[in-house]
C-alpha cells in the first residue's frame, strides 16, 4: 500500500487484485486473504479491506463463502505469462525509456498516451484505432541518442 499516493486504500487493494486477476497471479476458485490476515500484514483497517472487498464481490469478480473465506469467481483479461515475446518486449521498451532519461512518471504518462491511441474510448470523437502514432515521440526511445 503507497499511503501517500492519494488513493484511498480500499481502492489500492482493488487495484491490486484486479491486476492479479489480469496477470493470472489469482485464478478462479483461488481465496483471497482474510481480512485479518491482510491488516497483520498491511496494519491497515479492517473495515478498509473488508469495503475493498466488497466492491470486488459488487463488480463479480469474488464471492463470499460463509466461514470459508472470499473466493476468486472469474479472471480478468489474459496478459501474457512472464516469458512471453510481449511482456520481454515491454521490458526493453521501458529500459530504453529508463536509458533516454524517463522516470517512472514519465514513462506511465506516455504508455497511457499510446494506449488512448491504440484503445480508444468507445466514445471518444476519433472512435478508431487505424490513425498512426506520433512518430515524433519515438526516436528517443529507439535506441538513438536522446538528447
Known amino acids: 500500500m503507497d499511503r501517500h499516493s492519494g488513493v484511498a486504500t480500499y481502492v489500492q487493494i ?17 481465496r483471497l486473504p482474510t481480512a485479518r490476515e491482510v491488516v497483520e500484514a ?11 472487498y466488497r466492491e470486488l464481490e459488487r463488480e463479480g469478480l469474488v464471492e463470499p463463502r460463509r466461514g470459508l473465506g472470499t473466493f476468486v469467481r472469474r479472471s480478468l483479461g489474459a496478459a501474457p505469462a512472464d516469458d512471453s515475446p510481449l511482456r520481454a518486449g515491454l521490458g ?5 525509456a529508463r536509458e533516454a532519461g524517463l ?12 494506449l488512448d491511441d491504440v484503445f ?7 472512435g478508431h484505432a487505424d490513425h498512426p ?3 515524433s515521440s519515438k526516436p528517443a526511445l ?3 541518442d536522446p538528447s
Open 103 to 114: 522516470d517512472r512518471e514519465d514513462v506511465a504518462a506516455l504508455f497511457a498516451a499510446v
Open 14 to 30: 482493488v487495484q491490486q487484485t484486479k491486476q492479479a486477476l489480469r496477470l493470472g497471479l489469482l485464478r478462479p476458485g483461488d
Open 120 to 126: 480508444p474510448a468507445p466514445d471518444s470523437p476519433s
Open 42 to 52: 498491511t496494519a491497515i483497517n479492517p473495515n478498509t479491506v473488508l469495503k475493498a
Open 133 to 135: 502514432t506520433n512518430p
Open 142 to 144: 529507439q535506441g538513438g
Open 92 to 96: 526493453a521498451w521501458a529500459a530504453q
